[in-house]
């Protein structure tokens, strides 16, 4: 099964979560989102793998110093805004078919694995 983990290497959580999936044998695929933002669809496609809503995977305050106010955003917005803005999606995630998990801890993606 394909195993895809959007990750951000200057982040302690997202490496040590890329490690954890590298030692039980697989080889993601990395997407550095930083530099490849997921698109709308594929957010929407990652939210409903984990059973979540679009402000359960923002990072208020990135979203904050972005000049977001997420609280008063409908979900459509939200998603939108990450696109625009990837620095605001928590990091990492991990999709694994039909599941997908946040890597805090990194612990969390083995369920899914």
Same mark, same amino acid.
């Given at each position: 099964?394909? =195993? ?10 997202? %490496?040590?979560? $890329?490690?954890? #999936? ?8 990395? =997407? ?14 990652? $939210?409903?793998?984990?059973? &979540?809503?679009?402000?359960? #995977?923002? %990072? ?9 106010? #997420?609280?008063?955003?409908?979900? &459509?917005a939200? !998603? ?7 620095? #605001?999606?928590? %990091?990492?995630?991990? =999709?694994?078919?039909k599941?997908?998990?946040?890597? %805090?801890?990194?612990?969390? !993606?083995?369920?899914?694995?």
């Open positions: 099964m394909a =195993v895809t983990i959007y990750h951000n290497p200057r982040c302690s959580k997202s %490496r040590q979560t $890329l490690a954890l #999936i590298e030692e039980q044998g697989i080889a993601p695929t990395i =997407v550095t989102y930083l530099d490849t933002p997921p698109s709308q669809a594929t957010l929407k496609d990652i $939210l409903g793998k984990m059973g &979540a809503a679009p402000g359960d #995977i923002v %990072r208020k305050k990135d979203a904050k110093e972005a000049g977001l106010d #997420i609280a008063s955003m409908s979900d &459509a939200i !998603v939108k805004a990450m696109t625009e803005h990837p620095a #605001i999606i928590e %990091r990492p995630i991990v =999709v694994s078919g599941k997908a998990a946040m890597g %805090r801890p990194p612990e969390s !993606v083995l369920d899914i694995l």
